[in-house]
């Protein structure tokens, strides 16, 4: 066979084996095989299966997304909520109102709140009966020191140059208090104690001093003002509220309506400090306040009036002490031949003899009737130094006080004695409200009599507060400072007796305690020390002027001028022992004169006569009449 015969004969039965099979698929689509039209139905099926198999996997997504975007949602809008509510809280008014008594720190019915001069104190009152009263400290405090109360004695005094005002303490009906001898009625006990404190009435407290109160009660407050001052006022034009702070979220103190008045005390940004009439001090917003004009706020007077006038000398004092033990010893015109410009004298002639309140006298007529001669006043010296005497018992008493007084005034009427001075040096420092006390009675009669009333004190230290310097410089003519014992006789260090540093300060210091320059006069020494220092060992010995130049001659002690004394300074080492003195003399005393001149002091005196060369009254003339 040729090849194309095989190759027609193979492509026959490819067609032949076609037809086979069309054969064959024809016949099944005839026993029930899809026609065209259910094709496309299949087709649709799957289209639609596909669909569904889509949709249940877009359910399934959305099932899984849904409650993540509700979540989102959810946290979406609690955050909104929270911080909407955190901006609608910022500026949104509190409405919650502090509580009262905390704020005024009043805790106990019988509290009552003190608001003084725009100020919320920490100091309560005490309501008794329907009455206030304040204690005795805080009267001090923020009214008057005057007040002597005495529990022993169940007694107040208010003592004013010309008599004493004084109550019982605890009374119960009847209340009553005296000016002088004359009985005056009260609403009110004048004063009360518990546990030993003492509480004055505040109707009481009107009486002597200037101050403006009102009180409010729910809580118990009182609204003081004790400074006349000038206040800037503010009408609210909106009703408000005063806060504790300022800002709208702090605590509401009080209830502002339209037209109330306040005090503006201090202006913020947004808000001003402000105190309303009934005692709150808070904040207002600045927006709700129309300014207003200024008010005075004018003081109650007090009835019972204070007015010193002190008794005063022509020119300056040179007021010489002249140390005296014996009546008969003692002798003006010998003991003064050498002094010069010398117008006052101070014999110490009374001492204090027992807790009595005893006084012994050395007083001479003759001596004062010489000196008066001589155109020279004699102060009497009224001293405690020679005898131990327990001055709290005298003083603390009213009739022991009296008995002292009276002896006073009367043996200064007896001698003619032109004033009193005082040298009292063992004050207990708890005796000084009894010193004070004393000094303001007698200062009634010394006043009364014209006799001048003098102290002594030395230069002011924080031990001797309570020799009580501002009541001196009230109630008395002059006050001494004793400008010397800068050292003294046992100290346990070398140094001066009164160095131009020592001096001036002690002026200036007893002028910073209350006692006006024109009444101060400064004592100077006529003494000095030689101090010895001997195995470690230091002692002194005390040398009056001419004493002591004679003892730098004799053990050949070289002085030289110090600028930080103004005092000529020796010292000598003669085998295991070292010597050292301070001079007084002309040239220093010349500078303490220079000093007293510039502060304007009164003047000058001397502790004590017979110590002095004769040429220091040079010094001390030249300064009396400069």
């Known amino acids: 066979?040729?090849?194309?015969?095989?190759?027609?004969?193979?492509?026959?039965?490819?067609?032949?084996?076609?037809?086979?099979?069309?054969?064959?698929?024809?016949?099944?689509?005839?026993?029930?095989?899809?026609?065209?039209?259910?094709?496309?139905?299949?087709?649709?099926?799957?289209?639609?299966?596909?669909?569904?198999?889509?949709?249940?996997?877009?359910?399934?997504?959305?099932?899984k997304v849904v409650p993540f975007v509700v979540a989102l949602l959810l946290i979406a809008v609690i955050v909104g909520f929270v911080y909407?509510?955190?901006?609608?809280?910022?500026?949104?008014?509190?409405?919650?109102?502090?509580?009262?008594?905390?704020?005024?720190?009043?805790?106990?019915?019988?509290?009552?709140?003190?608001?003084?001069?725009?100020?919320?104190?920490?100091?309560?009152?005490?309501?008794?009966?329907?009455?206030?009263?304040?204690?005795?400290?805080?009267?001090?405090?923020?009214?008057?020191?005057?007040?002597?109360?005495?529990?022993?004695?169940?007694?107040?005094?208010?003592?004013?140059?010309?008599?004493?005002?004084?109550?019982?303490?605890?009374?119960?009906?009847?209340?009553?208090?005296?000016?002088?001898?004359?009985?005056?009625?009260?609403?009110?006990?004048?004063?009360?104690?518990?546990?030993?404190?003492?509480?004055?009435?505040?109707?009481?407290?009107?009486?002597?001093?200037?101050?403006?109160?009102?009180?409010?009660?729910?809580?118990?407050?009182?609204?003081?003002?004790?400074?006349?001052?000038?206040?800037?006022?503010?009408?609210?034009?909106?009703?408000?509220k005063v806060r504790y702070r300022g800002g709208v979220k702090s605590d509401i103190l009080e209830d502002l309506t339209e037209g109330d008045i306040v005090y503006v005390l201090e202006e913020l940004e947004d808000w001003a400090k402000v105190q309303t009439k009934s005692g709150y001090i808070g904040y207002v917003e600045i927006k709700r306040l129309d300014k207003g004009g200024m008010e005075t706020v004018s003081l109650e007077p007090a009835d019972i009036m204070l007015s010193y006038n002190p008794i005063k000398m022509n020119g300056k004092i040179n007021m010489a002490f002249h140390q005296v033990f014996d009546a008969n010893a003692s002798d003006f015109t010998s003991d003064v031949t050498s002094t010069k410009a010398l117008n006052v004298i101070a014999p110490t002639w009374f001492r204090f003899q027992d807790d009595e309140g005893n006084i012994k006298s050395v007083a001479n007529g003759n001596y004062v009737n010489n000196a008066h001669n001589a155109g020279v006043q004699v102060w009497a010296v009224w001293t405690d130094v020679d005898n131990e005497v327990n001055l709290k018992s005298i003083f603390h008493s009213s009739e022991k006080r009296k008995l002292v007084i009276d002896t006073m005034i009367s043996k200064t009427k007896e001698y003619g004695i032109d004033g009193i001075n005082l040298d009292l040096e063992k004050i207990p420092s708890d005796a000084g409200e009894d010193w004070a006390e004393f000094l303001r009675e007698l200062s009634i009669e010394t006043h009364n009599a014209g006799i001048i009333l003098s102290v002594d004190n030395y230069a002011p230290t924080a031990s001797s507060v309570h020799y009580k310097r501002d009541v001196q410089?009230?109630?008395?003519?002059?006050?001494?400072?004793?400008?010397?014992?800068?050292?003294?006789?046992?100290?346990?260090?070398?140094?001066?007796?009164?160095?131009?540093?020592?001096?001036?300060?002690?002026?200036?210091?007893?002028?910073?305690?209350?006692?006006?320059?024109?009444?101060?006069?400064?004592?100077?020494?006529?003494?000095?020390?030689?101090?010895?220092?001997?195995?470690?060992?230091?002692?002194?010995?005390?040398?009056?002027?001419?004493?002591?130049?004679?003892?730098?001659?004799?053990?050949?002690?070289?002085?030289?001028?110090?600028?930080?004394?103004?005092?000529?300074?020796?010292y000598k080492e003669n085998g295991d022992t070292i010597y050292q003195i301070w001079m007084e003399d002309e040239k220093s005393l010349e500078a303490k004169m220079s000093v007293m001149q510039s502060q304007g002091i009164a003047g000058v005196a001397e502790w004590k006569l017979g110590l002095e060369p004769e040429n220091v009254w040079d010094v001390i003339a030249a300064y009396i009449n400069s």
């Open 473 to 570: 410089g009230e109630v008395c003519d002059f006050v001494v400072v004793m400008g010397y014992d800068e050292h003294w006789a046992t100290s346990s260090e070398a140094g001066s007796v009164a160095s131009i540093g020592f001096v001036e300060d002690g002026i200036v210091n007893t002028n910073k305690c209350g006692v006006p320059m024109n009444k101060i006069i400064n004592a100077v020494p006529f003494y000095t020390r030689v101090w010895k220092t001997k195995n470690g060992e230091l002692s002194s010995d005390t040398f009056g002027i001419k004493g002591a130049r004679n003892w730098c001659n004799e053990n050949g002690i070289e002085l030289n001028w110090n600028d930080e004394t103004c005092q000529y300074y020796g």
């Open 84 to 240: 909407g509510s955190k901006i609608v809280d910022k500026y949104s008014y509190s409405g919650e109102y502090a509580d009262k008594n905390d704020y005024f720190e009043v805790f106990y019915d019988y509290q009552v709140a003190l608001i003084i001069n725009n100020e919320k104190m920490s100091e309560k009152g005490v309501h008794y009966k329907n009455t206030n009263y304040l204690s005795e400290e805080d009267v001090k405090k923020f009214f008057t020191d005057r007040f002597y109360i005495n529990t022993d004695e169940q007694e107040i005094r208010y003592t004013t140059q010309d008599y004493i005002v004084k109550a019982k303490l605890n009374q119960s009906e009847n209340f009553t208090y005296y000016v002088g001898e004359e009985a005056r009625s009260l609403n009110s006990a004048p004063a009360i104690t518990n546990d030993g404190k003492a509480y004055i009435s505040v109707e009481y407290i009107k009486l002597f001093a200037d101050f403006d109160v009102t009180y409010f009660d729910d809580p118990s407050r009182l609204v003081i003002y004790t400074e006349a001052k000038q206040l800037q006022t503010a009408k609210i034009n909106k009703d408000t």
């Open 1 to 63: 066979m040729r090849p194309e015969d095989s190759r027609r004969r193979g492509t026959e039965n490819n067609i032949q084996r076609d037809r086979n099979q069309r054969d064959i698929e024809i016949p099944r689509r005839r026993q029930g095989s899809p026609s065209r039209n259910a094709s496309t139905r299949y087709d649709a099926d799957r289209v639609a299966a596909r669909k569904r198999k889509r949709k249940k996997k877009l359910v399934r997504t959305i099932g």
